[in-house]
């Protein structure tokens, strides 16, 4: 079997295929438009991530440092909006999924390439209203939207939800597309447990966004409706009750903190697998963790409702289901670990990423026991321990796994390497900046600090400072990051098909890969055999050891 | 390097026959349609779903509600319209059956009846609305019954006692002078003595909203069929190509089979 | 570099189990509630569970990044083992076990703290935007919660605006404030002192000074300051009755004193003047007006103010309003605007 080595920046690929900006804009190659979202992703991270700072600064002194009270609730609320539904839950499907998926499939295109640049456009017209919004008087509610606060505010709510609202759109076609896809263009040799791990992860997260995200739909129309005629479902006055709206709005929200964490553990089952050049270890308890962690998690929406009113047998089943949830993510990581035991660990940044993702979420998953037990979650509800808690998963998991995922993608995307000893530099300060913010969090949190507290008590001050000086730790983290990745784009290295050694599909083809994906159509055996991958230093690259010397080392 | 642009030798393809260049074949292709089709009815069957399960909270909390409001709505043109989609279901079904066949008149005939009958619907929907509307029995706060006294409905039962409230739950305090809003039905209801119960308004948010959002499914559903029926007098379809016209068919029947379950649970309340 | 990484990752760890080990010193705050200790033992159990697998983990991973990292002369096992079925399921079982224990752990504790005894000593709560009142038996209202020591205290709460909730750190306990239905909290203080309330559910502008106390009085100090805090009316001057009124009542809310802008007009030089009403029609700001404003607030509003305020019909006693409109009156002094020593001679200040 011919499998291309090499590298075709300069020859015919799917970057230079097609010349202009309508070529671009108007496309229907699933990999220019997981650029394109790749590009508007990162943006919008940018954003999320100058409201961050902005957050902390101002939390520099238990007083007024840089703005008033309004600006500083209008900050989180945009912080949040713009990080969950902007960058965190489109941010590992539609941008890397959208480019990999296909590849991984060995297939041509999405199913629905049109429907896909559809979900494109409709993310840019979601994410231009929720901006809009920050300009005809922005948003003071919390990314919750919680009613009646929400239905009173003086703030251009109906903008931000409509934004929301057509963003849902956005996420929910592009779940249908991988749907379709995985079962209609997955080639008769590749069944399903020979499917990659990162292809189960976008699986069980396109579940979810199918059957949770049209739920958000309605209650977000519902609290349009409510503010724009005064429909008066949510709204005490008029009889209508305000925690339906908790119990609507956490029916998605809840599964999509998993629409957030399935891909990214997709992202290091990949990562954890080629850079201990050794087959995954577990790979049917991981795929089916997957599943099992979409069904389940239909069913704790009701952990975040502690306090809020519910009976007490409906929090004990909540928090039951809650617990069960914990283990399909437990066995994950096992696996991963067990993954590394007499492999052969390469500590190139992708991998660093996926340690820092094992650290981190072991901290987050772990955290969330406490807010999982009833006893303690009263105590630490809405407090920072909450907020530490979720900014190690989401941030400490999916953020982390999805820059995982691009520095690990980025010789495929772009055919160029990076520089390896800035790009760990990278790796390293986001991590000590990111446990700098948030360790101090947990310790506030669980004195009773609560959240979305814009003056605060002087007895929390020094946690505030330190978290604040991690917060620009972080920051400079990612502007070496993003400063590597750039330089790459025009002085990189080109870089070969297959710089890491992986035995998924999109590693067999040129980097970057051609308008048609495959040269010659690959044939899909186990995607975690990567004992026939041996480096090859005239190609730069892993090559397709000879048959017969399976497992030859170089 | 090819030099024509990426999007039009997809179109380029589609004109040829109407397979895409990332099938394998038609019959994937038409798998594919018919898959990514179902998964959107499912989405919006909880798109409903959620507004369902506000009727079913608010109707177990409020049962008094929805007995008294209920006898507001017109029943019989209510029946009509479930009879007029019905039918529209059956000319839809009949209409896809005509593409299977490649009987190309009758498919836009067929197609024409139930566009026809979208119409219909829609002008009895609007006759209610419009009756609501100078009744006042509108939604939330735009609730202001006009005639009420006039159109009370004669039939109204005599109002259940409410849910009464666990003695050890009830407090000890005298009720405040202004109790909160929405729960202080007893405080109310004994004070005013009378057979209305509170809060009716919530009955017309349900209503209008449910409601509502069908019809603007119909108006969709109707522009759809529009666009397919162009399609099929230029004579695009043939028992080799009708999948446009079947996942059409599939959206048309959700919509009327939302409606099945609309008209009972609004209409016909005991 | 990636040793330096490895290195900062072990001693990440053992920075954050050094701080965590100190729990009652930094990760807690006093315990002063008869729930507490049963919270606080739950939490330490499902740390000290949480620490062993976090070092388990993050421990097994470094060791295997030493040990098997890719380097000269190391070749990685031939045919290591792909999966495990039974090492598999132990790792499931087990920590499905702790958490089960921990769930119902969790519940039961839970289930104290929702619970309130049957003599408890009921206080009504309710939550506006930004501040606490709380009704006793009685009638009285007060900005700061008094509560007798040991003896088990009902909390019925509800809002008047938007969700707010009710956060006591020492007491381990929290409850939802939420418009238009009561939700209840119960606890037992266990020690004096005063102790921190929180607004837990962000209700906006000023949801951070959304503050206020428990104050845990001695056996019998709570009925002593009960008896003497409801006579204000009879032991304090009007004015500095009506002072108490303003604060406790919700009137500070929209009307300053110091003549600075607000949801409603400030109560500064109010008394006395001319007031321009809506619709270009003037009157004079007497006892009656004041005493009508409270009382039908819709019938006469200020010209550029939005007719918002509620009626205090049935929530002021007469006694209280004469209070109120004698403070409003000090206000018209010349350089005094409040304090006890005004209130005798508030008479002489009206024009």
Not at chain 1, 138 to 158: Q, R
Request: proline share 6%; charged share 15%.
């Amino acid at each position: 079997m011919a499998v291309p080595v090499g590298n075709a920046l300069f020859g015919d690929n799917y970057l230079s295929h097609a010349k202009g900006w309508k070529s671009w804009l108007f496309t229907l190659d699933h990999k220019r438009i997981g650029v394109m979202y790749l590009v508007s992703i990162l943006a919008s991270f940018l954003l999320g991530g100058v409201f961050a700072l902005l957050i902390r600064m101002e939390l520099w002194t238990p007083q007024r440092t840089i703005m008033d009270a309004n600006t500083y609730n209008q900050m989180f609320t945009l912080h949040g909006a713009a990080m969950i539904f902007l960058f965190i839950i489109p941010g590992i499907p539609a941008a890397l999924g959208n480019f990999v998926l296909p590849l991984m499939l060995g297939a041509k295109d999405v199913a629905f390439p049109r429907l896909n640049l559809l979900s494109y456009y409709l993310w840019v017209a979601g994410a231009v209203l929720a901006l809009v919004s920050i300009v005809t008087g922005a948003v003071d509610t919390g990314w919750t939207f919680y009613t009646p606060y929400s239905t009173t505010t003086n703030t251009s709510v109906i903008s931000m939800t409509l934004g929301a609202f057509i963003l849902g759109f956005s996420s929910i076609f592009t779940g249908l597309n991988f749907i379709v896809s995985i079962h209609k263009l997955r080639p008769p040799t590749m069944t399903w447990f020979k499917m990659p791990l990162f292809l189960w992860g976008l699986y069980g997260t396109a579940i979810i966004q199918i059957l949770a995200t049209p739920v958000l739909g309605i209650t977000l129309l519902l609290l349009i409706a409510e503010r724009a005629l005064g429909v008066g479902i949510f709204d005490p006055a008029l009889g209508g009750d305000p925690v339906l709206f908790q119990h609507f709005f956490w029916f998605y929200s809840h599964p999509a903190v998993y629409i957030m964490i399935l891909p990214a553990m997709g992202v290091i089952s990949e990562l954890v697998s080629t850079f201990s050049h050794r087959h995954i270890f577990g790979y049917r308890f991981i795929a089916m963790s997957s599943i099992a962690i979409a069904v389940i998690s239909f069913l704790v929406w009701g952990h975040h409702m502690f306090v809020s009113g519910q009976s007490n047998l409906a929090s004990l089943i909540f928090s039951i289901l809650t617990f069960l949830v914990a283990i399909p993510s437990a066995v994950k990581v096992f696996n991963w670990v067990a993954t590394m035991y007499k492999g052969e660990v390469e500590l190139a940044t992708p991998m660093l990423y996926a340690l820092s993702f094992l650290f981190l979420f072991g901290i987050g998953g772990l955290t969330g026991l406490f807010l999982g037990a009833l006893a303690t979650d009263v105590h630490l509800t809405d407090t920072y321990f909450v907020v530490a808690h979720f900014h190690y998963t989401m941030f400490g998991g999916t953020a982390i796994a999805f820059f995982g995922g691009l520095f690990y993608w980025w010789p495929k995307i772009t055919g160029r390497m990076y520089r390896e000893a800035w790009a760990k530099l990278g790796a390293f300060l986001i991590f000590i900046g990111f446990n700098t913010t948030f360790l101090a969090q947990f310790i506030m949190g669980a004195q009773g600090m609560p959240r979305r507290y814009y003056n605060y008590l002087p007895e929390f001050a020094p946690y505030h400072k330190v978290s604040t000086i991690g917060a620009f730790i972080l920051a400079i983290g990612f502007v070496i990051a993003a400063g590597v990745l750039l330089h790459s784009l025009f002085a990189g290295e080109p870089a070969p098909a297959n710089p890491w050694g992986a035995a998924t599909l999109e590693w067999q083809t040129t980097s970057p890969p051609p308008h048609d994906n495959f040269e010659t159509q690959p044939i899909p055996g186990d995607p975690y055999d990567v004992d026939r991958w041996v480096f090859d230093r005239e190609a730069g690259g892993y090559v397709l050891a000879p048959s017969g010397a399976a497992g030859g080392r170089v | 390097m090819q030099p024509v642009a990426e999007f039009e030798e997809v179109k380029v393809h589609g004109a040829e026959s109407h397979v895409a260049h990332h099938f394998p074949d038609a019959k994937a292709q038409v798998e594919a349609g018919k898959l990514g089709m179902w998964i959107f009815l499912a989405t919006e069957i909880l798109l409903f779903g959620g507004l369902f399960c506000a009727y079913a909270v608010y109707r177990a909390n409020h049962p008094e509600i929805f007995v008294y409001a209920h006898h507001f709505l017109n029943k019989i043109l209510g029946g009509i319209n479930t009879v007029v989609l019905i039918f529209s279901s059956f000319t839809m079904a009949w209409a896809v059956r005509a593409a299977q066949l490649s009987q190309q008149k009758k498919l836009v005939r067929l197609l024409a009846a139930t566009i026809f009958c979208g119409f219909v619907f829609l002008g009895i929907k609007y006759v209610e609305y419009e009756h609501k509307w100078k009744e006042g029995l509108l939604w939330g706060k735009r609730y202001k019954p006009a005639h009420a006294e006039v159109s009370k409905p004669k039939d109204v039962p005599p109002p259940k006692p409410l849910i009464s409230v666990n003695p050890e739950e009830r407090s000890t305090l005298p009720p405040p002078a202004v109790p909160p809003q929405g729960l202080s039905w007893e405080v109310r209801a004994a004070s005013q003595e009378t057979v209305v119960p509170q809060n009716v308004q919530l009955f017309f948010s349900v209503y209008f909203v449910m409601t509502g959002l069908h019809g603007l499914h119909v108006v969709a559903g109707m522009v759809v069929l529009f666009w397919i029926l162009l399609r099929a007098r230029r004579g695009e379809f043939s028992s080799a190509y009708f999948t446009p016209v079947d996942l059409a068919g599939l959206y048309w029947h959700l919509v009327d089979l939302i409606w099945i379950y609309l008209f009972p649970l609004l209409y016909l309340i005991h | 570099m990636a040793f330096g990484f490895l290195a900062a990752v072990a001693a990440g760890g053992i920075v954050m189990v050094g701080l965590l080990l100190t729990e009652n010193g930094v990760m807690l705050p006093p315990q002063a509630s008869s729930v507490a200790p049963a919270v606080d033992s739950l939490f330490k159990f499902i740390f000290w569970i949480s620490a062993f697998f976090f070092l388990l983990i993050v421990g097994l991973m470094l060791a295997f990044v030493i040990r098997f990292r890719k380097r000269p002369g190391h070749q990685k096992a031939a045919h290591p083992p792909t999966h495990n079925t039974l090492l598999e399921l132990t790792w499931s079982g087990i920590p499905l076990i702790l958490v089960m224990i921990m769930g119902v752990w969790g519940f039961k504790v839970f289930l104290d703290i929702n619970t309130p005894p049957a003599n408890a000593y009921e206080v009504q709560v309710t939550g506006q935007k930004w501040k606490w009142l709380f009704t006793y038996p009685n009638g009285y209202v007060d900005e700061v919660l008094h509560v007798p020591v040991d003896q088990p205290v009902r909390l019925v709460m509800t809002s008047e605006d938007v969700i707010h909730s009710f956060f006591v750190p020492a007491f381990r306990i929290k409850r939802d404030v939420v418009p238009g239905r009561y939700t209840k909290l119960w606890f037992r203080a266990t020690k004096t002192g005063k102790f921190q309330v929180f607004c837990a559910e962000y209700c906006g502008t000023s949801h951070s000074d959304m503050l206020t106390f428990v104050e845990v009085h001695e056996p019998g100090g709570f009925e002593r300051w009960l008896e003497a805090a409801s006579n204000l009316l009879n032991t304090l001057p009007p004015a500095e009755a009506g002072r108490r009124l303003y604060q406790s009542r919700g009137c500070s809310q929209c009307h300053s004193v110091d003549g600075s802008g607000g949801i409603g007009p400030t109560f500064q030089k109010l008394f006395g003047h001319e007031v321009v009403l809506k619709g270009g029609a003037r009157t004079t700001a007497d006892e009656n007006y004041i005493r009508e404003s409270i009382l039908e607030p819709m019938a006469k509003i200020v010209a550029g103010f939005e007719p918002v305020m509620p009626t205090y019909k049935g929530r002021l006693k007469d006694q209280e309003i004469t209070a109120l409109v004698a403070y409003i009156k000090s206000l018209s002094g010349e350089a005094q605007p409040e304090g006890g020593q005004q209130g005798g001679n508030h008479g002489s200040t009206g024009r």
